[in-house]
C-alpha cells in the first residue's frame, strides 16, 4: 500500500474505513470489495456492515451488498445544515438552489415534477 493509505490506516479503525467506503458509494456492493478499499478482512467489513444494517444507516441488497441508506444520509445532511447555519442563511441557500435549478431546467428544456 501506499503511504496515504498507511496514514489513513494509522488514523482510523477498520470499522470507521468501512463506513466512509460505504458513504461513498452510488450502488451496492459485494462485502469483499468494501472490505478491499477499507484495507480489512472481509469478515470485519460483515460485521461492521451487519451493525450498520442493524441501526439502518446501509442496505443490504441481494443478500450480500450493502449500499448507503439515501435517506439516511439525506437527513444527516439536513440536520448538519440546521446545526451550522442560521434561519436567513438557510433561506438564503434555499432561494440559491432554487435559481440553480431553474438554469439547468431552462439549459436542459426541462420541467420540475
Known sequence: MT???DTWQEKTSGRERVRMVV???C???LVAAIAYQADITPETAQRELERSAAV???IETD???YKPNSVHQFLDQITD???TRSRPELGSELEDRLE???ELEA?????SA
Open 3 to 5: 503511504a496515504p493509505t
Open 23 to 25: 458513504e461513498t458509494l
Open 27 to 29: 450502488e451496492a456492493e
Open 56 to 58: 439502518n444507516t446501509v
Open 63 to 65: 443478500g450480500e451488498k
Open 81 to 83: 445544515l440546521i446545526e
Open 100 to 102: 440553480q435549478l431553474e
Open 107 to 111: 439549459e436542459h428544456g426541462a420541467e
